[in-house]
């Protein structure tokens, strides 16, 4: 099972600040790792896909990077709508498809 | 619009069963697998089972397996998930979501329901 571990588990910014989330996998994932975008009461949204690849309709702030084993979501300045929980996911080694542990993006 | 919807949620006893639906509308359903993600209150997300497009193949979580089964009805457009033997574990809003990709078991999954909450209790 490929365990993916993201850090830092809170990261405390300010509107119009550069965001960066970490997503470390247990073993390569290739560039199969996807960021989601979650807020309160809602589902997910995907982000990115494959890496680096963003989903219909999201922001050009939103970035994704990485390949192997360590991956980035950068969000180059934050909106208001930003601030929420983001989960990363990787689909090469499935059964069991896995999502990180969550990092939130809080307003500081 | 494309858009999922899950029903069936509700209040079951430990070692109940229970069936949760998911009703997709605006993509050709048939060409998609789907998946079954689950969160359970403020914790993160949990894959839980996936189907592919034209229902042949399943997959299960280690956690469901023997005790949930996925399931499709491509001509009646709907997507189930059989949950027996529940635990409190079970507990969570369950979301049913597609793949990306038609035709593939790309798992990245682009458009989700908005959930249907489970809670297993006494």
């Known amino acids: 099972e490929s365990v993916l571990t993201q850090s830092p588990a809170t990261l405390s910014l300010s509107p119009g600040e550069r965001a960066t989330l970490s997503c470390r996998a247990s073993q390569s994932v290739s560039s199969y790792l996807a960021w989601y975008q979650q807020k309160p009461g809602q589902a997910p949204r995907l982000l990115i896909y494959d890496a680096s690849n963003r989903a219909t309709g999201v922001p050009a702030r939103f970035s994704g990077s990485g390949s192997g084993t360590d991956f980035t979501l950068t969000i180059s300045s934050l909106e208001p709508e930003d601030f929420a929980v983001y989960y990363c996911?990787?689909?090469?080694?499935?059964?069991?498809?896995?999502f990180g542990g969550g990092t939130k993006v809080e307003i500081k | 619009e494309v858009q999922l919807v899950e029903s069936g949620g509700g209040l079951v006893q430990p070692g109940g069963s229970l069936r949760l639906s998911c009703a997709p509308s605006?993509?050709?359903?048939?060409?998609?697998?789907m998946t079954w993600v689950r969160q359970a209150p403020g914790k993160g997300l949990e894959w839980v089972s996936a189907i592919s497009g034209n229902g042949a193949n399943t997959y299960y979580a280690d956690s469901v397996k023997g005790r949930f089964t996925v399931s499709r009805d491509n001509s009646k457009n709907t997507l189930y998930l059989q949950m027996s033997s529940l635990r409190a574990e079970d507990s969570a809003v369950y979301y049913c979501?597609?793949?990306?990709?038609?035709?593939?078991?790309?798992?990245?999954?682009?458009?989700w329901g908005q959930g249907t909450m489970v809670t297993v209790s006494s």
């Open positions: 996911q990787q689909r090469l080694n499935w059964p069991p498809l896995t």
């Open positions: 605006g993509f050709m359903f048939s060409n998609y697998a």
């Open positions: 979501a597609k793949v990306i990709t038609a035709d593939s078991l790309d798992m990245a999954f682009d458009i």
